[in-house]
């Protein structure tokens, strides 16, 4: 899953990345796009290791690309953002970054520290942009539709859809909004529309101001907002962990804020975790919510999905609770799951297979 991190200039998104990853942020005034793996953190895993004592504990993660800032402030700009744009459409999701820490030593982008107003200048953008690409579909389709071609019905239903989401970006509103079944998404996926994506917002606050939340309900309804100060995460990355530890109780932080931003991706990309464990290995495996036994059993190996058998399962918080596997079936708490068993977050299982 690859999630794209975008921001005005000198909104710090670089800085916020590096302290996830324990990497050094891009360059300054960069114009390339970089990308980490980022492990998400799971205390569930912590426990399991101690359990199983294995020789690999492998994590989920998740794909970070780290954009150059956009700015709009000219024409130069907006076309540079333009071109950005139409690398990262085929990314799964979209974290905003928004300034709101003064810093004279930072020049303020537009000379204003006003998150919302930032917000809504990221997200009017989106919105122009798939309206440009809207508009040129149009026109095609419109040529397109009166000919005798092997296509022309998919066409005529095409043009429909396009002309509804001509009308829905041209009223302020998001793709998303208006897609209402699974056949138009498929319609329209391969175009990549921006505001078709899931978004998550960051506020990178200052050090004073990690109490004080700032309301962008208006400028982002029904979107996941994460709060944090970019520089001092960017601090406690460069601690060892007790240091760390003494640092966050004297801010009365319970734990980095890069964990909140990594869970909070997870979250609005709809995935869950299900586990594998073992002595080789144990290993959370991220899958979208709602997915079966079988599409899970093929996440792990192809040749698993094709021969699979049965999902032998347990909860992760049955086997905490009773303490080994052989609990765990003496109570009745080892499951049998055929093919259509949607898995749980949290799943610990063994598949049953043969090729």
């Known amino acids: 899953m690859k999630v794209a991190l975008i921001g005005l200039p000198q909104s710090g998104k670089s800085t916020i990345l590096s302290a996830i990853t324990g990497k050094a942020p891009a360059m300054m005034g960069s114009t390339e796009i970089h990308e980490q793996i980022v492990p998400v953190p799971d205390e569930r895993l912590d426990w399991l290791n101690g359990l199983y004592q294995p020789n690999k504990l492998v994590p989920g993660t998740v794909d970070c690309l780290d954009l150059p800032g956009v700015s709009f402030a000219d024409e130069h700009g907006r076309a540079a953002a333009r071109k950005l744009f139409g690398n990262i459409r085929t990314v799964d999701m979209f974290v905003l970054v928004v300034r709101a820490f003064a810093n004279d030593s930072v020049p303020a982008y537009r000379e ?19 309206l440009e690409l809207v508009t040129t579909r149009i026109e095609r389709l419109e040529k397109q539709v009166n000919k005798p071609t092997k296509t022309q019905t998919q066409d005529k239903a095409e043009l429909e859809l396009q002309l509804k989401l001509q009308k829905a970006l041209e009223s302020e509103q998001p793709i998303s909004s208006v897609i209402q079944s699974e056949h138009e998404l498929e319609i329209i996926k391969p175009l990549g529309f921006l505001t078709l994506r899931p978004m998550m917002v960051v506020v990178n606050v200052g050090e004073n101001a990690l109490d004080k939340p700032i309301d962008l309900f208006k400028a982002a309804p029904g979107v996941e907002i994460v709060q944090l100060c970019a520089k001092i995460e960017s601090e406690l990355a460069g601690l060892d962990p007790e240091s760390r530890q003494e640092f966050m109780a004297d801010l009365g932080l319970k734990e980095p804020a890069s964990i909140k ?80 068993y949607v898995v749980q977050d949290g799943d610990i299982i063994n598949f049953r297979f043969n090729v």
């Open 112 to 130: 204003r520290i006003d998150p919302a107003k930032d917000l809504e200048e990221l997200r009017t953008e989106f919105l122009l942009a798939d």
């Open 261 to 340: 931003f990594v869970q909070s991706c997870y979250k609005t990309l709809g995935l869950i975790s299900f586990l594998t464990v073992g002595k080789d290995e144990v290993r959370a495996w991220p899958i979208t919510a709602g997915t079966t036994a079988l599409d899970a059993a093929g996440k792990i190996h192809s040749d698993i999905k094709r021969g699979f058998i049965r999902a032998e399962t347990m909860a992760y918080n049955d086997l905490k609770q009773l303490g080994d596997e052989k609990n765990v079936k003496a109570a009745g708490k080892m499951r049998l799951e055929g093919k259509a």
